[in-house]
Nanobody
Framework: QVQLVESGGGLVQAGGSLRLSCKGSGRTITNYGMAWFRQAPGKEREFVAGISWAGYNTDYADSLTGRFTISREDAKDTVYLQMNEVKPEDTAVYYC???????????????????WGQGTQVTVSS
């Protein structure tokens, strides 16, 4: 089990940028797929971006490709989400998740993740 703590959320104007971080502890994230999900008020949690172990593969929600970038720094047990050209509809709580098993998984499937952070609020003003 890995404990995940997100940071970097806050209030940003539409068109701006924000970088979220997710720090793991208790167990290394190396060899595990990682992902970001988000949940807006009144909506279901949705997949944002995922990155495979070793970072050789990434996956993004179709609507976000080109604006968001996921990356990882295993030496720091940290995953990042760079958010550019943010829109008001990006407002949500963003959650980091770690895969339940090592190596290859389907990155966009929430059921493949066993450990979740508490989330960080991102609010985009128009």
């Amino acid at each position: 089990q890995v404990q995940l703590v997100e940071s970097g959320g806050g209030l940003v104007q539409a068109g701006g940028s924000l970088r979220l971080s997710c720090k793991g502890s208790g167990r290394t994230i190396t060899n595990y797929g990682m992902a970001w999900f988000r949940q807006a008020p009144g909506k279901e949690r949705e997949f944002v971006a995922g990155i495979s172990w070793a970072g050789y593969n990434t996956d993004y929600a179709d609507s976000l490709t080109g604006r968001f970038t996921i990356s990882r720094e295993d030496a720091k047990d940290t995953v990042y989400l760079q958010m550019n050209e943010v829109k008001p509809e990006d407002t949500a709580v963003y959650y980091c998740a770690a895969a339940s098993v090592p190596y290859s998984i389907e990155l966009n499937v929430a059921g493949n993740y066993a450990d979740w952070g508490q989330g960080t609020q991102v609010t985009v003003s128009s």
